[in-house]
């Protein structure tokens, strides 16, 4: 199954690459990354392009931690709704609990386990994937983003005990010292960060307990992440049509397969690309249609039809009336469910 992550997560890649004397367009390219992503940032791309194009990245421009300078530049904005409420716990210790609870929102295949002891907290850094680990640089780039979200809310003057990574030493350790401001054990058993079980206690000077209570309530009501490949597709499909460019190429992109894969796992799951998009462009529709100053061949572009006339046939067809008529008020009985409810 195609894990995703919000292209927020990509955020700072075009400074970082850049920096780096690569040419972001030419990269993302190269790994069939969708350009738009960068500028969209909660679209869901697949988490493989995004790892093949982190590790192309460090091969190409030779910088071994390429992954590192993506997490020096990222905060918690580039987690959207995880990082607000993360930012508006109490003390760390909850906000690293909110954290390790929601960041699957954000990214459907991390995980962060936190195990602790009187005087010890180990959070360990789980990505699923298809090999035994995650390729170094997306390892990189996740535990040092933790690093930086739990230092920034301590404001600058925190340092974790030691850091653990799995992997053989780079060349320069120096540059991972600096980075986590402690020592860092290579070869380790697991991707952890360690840290005091007092530090747990840090108050957050800027929380405010009603908006995290507020917040956590949102969250909880979308936690669940689609994990079959027809709820992938409808949710790439969703916010693809948001954004005016949705076809089944583009889809493949974000899920990193080909448009045949697409085709024949739906098959399987009894639906079709074209059932998938034909249920969005009828929730979305209706919605866009509520503004009669909203330019009907604007309606039609956005949701992918050649014309106004096709998508007026293809309306009339769907809901059993005019959009004219459905403006005046009609409701056909002859029209879906949640269409006569909007």
């Given amino acids: 199954m195609t894990d995703l992550i919000r292209s927020a997560g990509l955020s700072c890649y075009p400074e970082v690459a850049r920096s780096a004397g690569l040419d972001p367009s030419q990269m993302m390219r190269k790994v069939r990354l969708p350009l738009?992503?960068?500028?969209?940032?909660?679209?869901?791309?697949?988490?493989?392009?995004?790892?093949?194009?982190?590790?192309?990245?460090a091969k190409a421009s030779g910088a071994e931690d390429f992954g590192l300078r993506l997490a020096e530049r990222g905060g918690l904005t580039n987690f959207g709704a995880v990082g607000l409420i993360v930012r508006e716990q109490a003390t760390v210790g909850e906000a690293i609990e909110a954290f390790s609870r929601f960041i699957h929102i954000h990214h459907d295949g991390m995980r962060l386990e936190v195990t602790r002891d009187e005087r010890t907290v180990t959070i360990t850094l789980h990505l699923r994937g298809r090999r035994p680990r995650a390729p170094r640089q997306s390892i990189d780039m996740a535990l040092g983003s933790v690093h930086r979200i739990i230092q920034s809310l301590f404001g600058?003057?925190?340092?974790?005990?030691?850091?653990?990574?799995?992997?053989?030493?780079?060349?320069?350790?120096?540059?991972y010292r600096d980075f986590f401001g402690c020592r860092v054990t290579f070869n380790a058993d697991d991707d952890a960060i360690l840290l005091s079980a007092h530090d747990m206690e840090r108050r957050i000077?800027?929380?405010?307990?009603?908006?995290?209570?507020?917040?956590?309530?949102r969250i909880e009501a979308i936690e669940s992440r689609p994990a079959s490949w027809e709820a992938k597709v409808d949710e790439v499909v969703r916010s693809l049509l948001a954004s005016g460019d949705c076809t089944v190429e583009r889809v493949a992109e974000h899920l990193a397969c080909t448009r045949r894969t697409i085709h024949r796992r739906l098959a399987a799951s009894g639906t079709s690309f074209s059932a998938i998009l034909d249920a969005q462009r009828a929730d979305l529709v209706i919605q866009l249609i509520e503004d009669p100053a909203r330019p009907l061949a604007d309606i039609a572009v956005q949701l992918g039809f050649s014309a106004q006339s096709a998508m007026?046939?293809?309306?009339?067809?769907?809901?059993?009336?005019?959009?004219?008529?459905?403006?005046?008020?009609?409701?056909?009985?002859?029209?879906?469910?949640?269409?006569?409810?909007?």
Avoid at 37 to 45: F, S
Avoid at 205 to 217: D, E, G, T, V
Wanted: charged share 25%; proline share 13%.
């Fill in 205 to 217: 000077p800027s929380a405010h307990p009603l908006i995290a209570n507020y917040l956590r309530k």
């Fill in 36 to 57: 738009a992503c960068l500028d969209q940032p909660n679209i869901p791309i697949a988490v493989t392009g995004m790892r093949r194009l982190l590790e192309l990245s």
């Fill in 156 to 175: 600058g003057d925190w340092r974790p005990l030691e850091v653990h990574l799995h992997y053989p030493p780079p060349l320069d350790r120096k540059r």
């Fill in 312 to 342: 007026a046939r293809w309306f009339r067809g769907r809901f059993g009336c005019t959009i004219t008529e459905w403006r005046k008020g009609v409701r056909p009985s002859s029209a879906p469910p949640s269409a006569s409810a909007a």
